[in-house]
């Protein structure tokens, strides 16, 4: 629970007595002999109240897996996994009937003048009426009850999916939605939505009663059909897309990236891999790798990456402790989601350059305090062997691990997703104190500085595999448990 004061044993036994010692997630009791965890029901980060009747108990077990989610996110990701259980498409209106035990109601109207009369909740609604200059189809804004709203199959034939789902209900935690779903409303009052649907899904999803919406009257569904079709195709590109990533890959793809990108429809990174593969006659596994090598080398290349300044390749003329080969079987190989992913470019499902930039902090801290001052082949001092065993090619296998798995515990990544995707999200500049602190530790370790006359240990940790260095690790305690205590 986050940015939570401490409870006195008296409130602590209010909540109980409120809750009856049950856990807030399923309700179940908790046993006698198990401790207790109190948790903010609404999140405490987007307003939730501080009193007590926001804060529940909560068991052992969902204490651990809940992250830092609010207990009534948590709620809503375990029903929705279940509702997504079994494996066969969910649509909109299952959503709606799920949450509202109907849906699809009819809406009666009336269009007047310039308005239209809408009849819900016992009462007459007006909303004013526009044109569309060029079809002339009547429409009009409104935020409407969820109950008769319908899932457009004609136009929007695409069921949901639980991760966009899921994305957007936390968005829209702390984010106001910015532009209205689309629907359109018949002569006997069926309103179907056809294009945002995951959002106002999201919405509904979170308990929202009302759903803004821009609703067009009887249009031609041909038409619309079409029209709804480019703005997802082959237009889309032109307006969605930034410059900046239609250049991107521009240098290292060539002609393959550009035209990729004049291809229809959504872009994304298993796009290009299929793309590559199907019409450019490369492997799947050629397709990976020049995905992934475009992805070190833009990490690599950031002026802010000061463990650049190390590597062989950048910087030749003196020893240098690290190679690109090197970074590879270590930061590149297990703190980054490996390509390709189906995440659209620039959606807002789109990690990739916050896990860049997350990198480039972590590697530059890692130069700051294992490297700056202390590698200098020329006077190889104390400090400079020290730094070569740090950097030795097991030892940097094996620490890079240890420092993503403290990392995670540390984030409280239970799932492996979360764990698997690590940097691939927003990471606030407090977390990277932590970091630091970590790197530190692990830096510190007596293990560097064990004079050692038979240089065996010298041999273990230089020996280039993921598991030499890490037995002897095991042996000297320089474990997760070590860098994560104080
Ligand atoms: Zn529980």
């Given at each position: 629970m986050t940015g939570k004061r401490q409870l006195s044993e008296t409130e602590k036994q209010k909540v109980l007595e409120q809750h009856e010692r049950?856990?807030?997630?399923?309700g179940e009791p908790i046993p006698e002999e198990e401790p207790i965890e109190f948790h903010h029901i609404k999140p405490f980060s987007s307003?939730?109240?501080?009193?007590?009747?926001?804060i529940a108990p909560v068991c052992k077990r969902h204490h651990r897996t809940?992250?830092?989610?609010s207990l009534q996110e948590y709620r809503d990701k375990i029903e929705l996994s279940r509702f997504f259980e079994g494996g066969e498409s969910k649509f909109l209106d299952d959503l709606i009937r799920h949450k509202k035990?109907?849906?699809g109601e009819r809406l009666n109207y009336e269009i007047k003048e310039g308005h239209i009369s809408l009849y819900y909740g016992d009462s007459k609604h007006d909303f004013p009426l526009y044109a569309?200059?060029?079809?002339k189809w009547g429409y009009f804004y409104g935020t409407l009850p969820v109950k008769y709203l319908g899932n457009d199959r004609e136009l929007q034939p695409r069921p949901l999916r639980e991760p966009n789902l899921w994305k957007l209900y936390r968005h829209f935690q702390i984010n106001t939605q910015i532009s209205p779903s689309i629907c359109r409303i018949d002569d006997n009052g069926t309103l179907v939505l056809f294009d945002g649907q995951h959002k106002a899904a999201a919405q509904i999803w979170a308990g929202r009663l009302m759903i803004e919406c821009k609703i067009y009257l009887n249009p031609d569904k041909r038409l619309l059909k079409e029209t709804n079709l480019d703005a997802h195709g082959p237009y889309r590109q032109m307006s969605f897309y930034s410059h900046e990533l239609m250049q991107k890959y521009a240098d290292i793809f060539g002609e393959d990236w550009i035209e990729y990108m004049d291809t229809a429809g959504e872009k994304s990174e298993s796009g290009f891999y299929n793309f590559l593969f199907h019409?450019?006659?490369?492997t799947w596994a050629q397709a990976k790798n020049e995905i992934a090598l475009a992805m070190y080398k833009e990490i690599v290349d950031d002026?802010?990456?000061?463990?650049?300044?190390?590597l062989s390749e950048k910087h030749r003329g003196r020893k240098q402790p690290l190679t690109f080969a090197r970074l590879k079987k270590t930061f590149f190989q297990h703190m980054l989601v490996s390509p390709?992913?189906?995440?659209?470019?620039?959606?807002?499902?789109?990690?990739r350059k916050d896990e860049r930039c997350n990198l480039v902090k972590l590697m530059t801290i890692i130069a700051e305090e294992?490297?700056?001052?202390?590698?200098a082949p020329e006077r190889a001092d104390a400090a400079h062997k020290k730094a070569e065993r740090i950097f030795s090619a097991g030892a940097i296998r094996a620490w890079v691990i240890l420092l993503r798995d403290a990392t995670n515990i540390h984030l409280k990544h239970y799932t492996d997703e979360e764990r698997d995707r690590f940097f691939y999200r927003v990471i606030q500049d407090e977390e990277f104190k932590y970091f630091r602190r970590f790197v530190n530790k692990i830096f510190d370790h007596k293990i560097w500085d064990d004079p050692d006359p038979s240089g065996e240990i010298a041999a273990r940790l230089s020996k280039?595999?993921?598991?030499t260095a890490k037995s002897l690790f095991d042996e000297k305690e320089l474990t997760v448990q070590w860098v994560l205590g104080t």
């Amino acid at each position: 629970m986050t940015g939570k004061r401490q409870l006195s044993e008296t409130e602590k036994q209010k909540v109980l007595e409120q809750h009856e010692r049950r856990c807030f997630v399923d309700g179940e009791p908790i046993p006698e002999e198990e401790p207790i965890e109190f948790h903010h029901i609404k999140p405490f980060s987007s307003g939730g109240p501080t009193s007590l009747d926001n804060i529940a108990p909560v068991c052992k077990r969902h204490h651990r897996t809940i992250g830092t989610m609010s207990l009534q996110e948590y709620r809503d990701k375990i029903e929705l996994s279940r509702f997504f259980e079994g494996g066969e498409s969910k649509f909109l209106d299952d959503l709606i009937r799920h949450k509202k035990g109907q849906c699809g109601e009819r809406l009666n109207y009336e269009i007047k003048e310039g308005h239209i009369s809408l009849y819900y909740g016992d009462s007459k609604h007006d909303f004013p009426l526009y044109a569309c200059p060029t079809t002339k189809w009547g429409y009009f804004y409104g935020t409407l009850p969820v109950k008769y709203l319908g899932n457009d199959r004609e136009l929007q034939p695409r069921p949901l999916r639980e991760p966009n789902l899921w994305k957007l209900y936390r968005h829209f935690q702390i984010n106001t939605q910015i532009s209205p779903s689309i629907c359109r409303i018949d002569d006997n009052g069926t309103l179907v939505l056809f294009d945002g649907q995951h959002k106002a899904a999201a919405q509904i999803w979170a308990g929202r009663l009302m759903i803004e919406c821009k609703i067009y009257l009887n249009p031609d569904k041909r038409l619309l059909k079409e029209t709804n079709l480019d703005a997802h195709g082959p237009y889309r590109q032109m307006s969605f897309y930034s410059h900046e990533l239609m250049q991107k890959y521009a240098d290292i793809f060539g002609e393959d990236w550009i035209e990729y990108m004049d291809t229809a429809g959504e872009k994304s990174e298993s796009g290009f891999y299929n793309f590559l593969f199907h019409a450019k006659q490369k492997t799947w596994a050629q397709a990976k790798n020049e995905i992934a090598l475009a992805m070190y080398k833009e990490i690599v290349d950031d002026e802010a990456n000061k463990l650049s300044r190390y590597l062989s390749e950048k910087h030749r003329g003196r020893k240098q402790p690290l190679t690109f080969a090197r970074l590879k079987k270590t930061f590149f190989q297990h703190m980054l989601v490996s390509p390709p992913l189906e995440d659209e470019f620039e959606s807002d499902n789109d990690f990739r350059k916050d896990e860049r930039c997350n990198l480039v902090k972590l590697m530059t801290i890692i130069a700051e305090e294992g490297l700056e001052g202390k590698w200098a082949p020329e006077r190889a001092d104390a400090a400079h062997k020290k730094a070569e065993r740090i950097f030795s090619a097991g030892a940097i296998r094996a620490w890079v691990i240890l420092l993503r798995d403290a990392t995670n515990i540390h984030l409280k990544h239970y799932t492996d997703e979360e764990r698997d995707r690590f940097f691939y999200r927003v990471i606030q500049d407090e977390e990277f104190k932590y970091f630091r602190r970590f790197v530190n530790k692990i830096f510190d370790h007596k293990i560097w500085d064990d004079p050692d006359p038979s240089g065996e240990i010298a041999a273990r940790l230089s020996k280039d595999d993921a598991t030499t260095a890490k037995s002897l690790f095991d042996e000297k305690e320089l474990t997760v448990q070590w860098v994560l205590g104080t």
